[in-house]
């Protein structure tokens, strides 16, 4: 089951690949990015509103798997989903 998430993230420093957040913060406080599972960029609707977003989908320290995108255009941070 997926939990539909949504709003900015803040994030700290770089993980072991260039552009992957080394750790999230979550509700519960910081928590590490063990690693990524995997990305994909989605880049859509340029004949409207632009849509550019780096998608990555992270384990992180205890077991949490969630999904993130970084905004390509603002480079801003965001959440989009969380897994069971």
């Known amino acids: ?4 998430l949504e709003g900015a993230i803040e994030v ?5 690949e260039p ?5 999230l913060r979550t509700e519960a406080g910081w928590r590490r990015v063990e690693r990524v599972v995997t990305r994909w960029v989605v880049e859509t609707d ?4 632009p849509v550019r977003r780096e998608y990555l989908r992270c384990l992180l320290a205890g077991g949490e798997c ?3 995108y970084r905004d390509l255009d603002c480079q801003g941070w965001f959440w989009s989903r969380r897994y069971d």
Do not use: K, V, Y
Request: hydrophobic residues 35%.
């Open 12 to 16: 700290r420093g770089e993980g072991r």
């Open 66 to 68: 969630c999904e993130l």
């Open 1 to 4: 089951m997926t939990e539909l």
């Open 46 to 49: 340029w004949w409207r509103r």
């Open 19 to 23: 552009g992957t957040p080394a750790a």
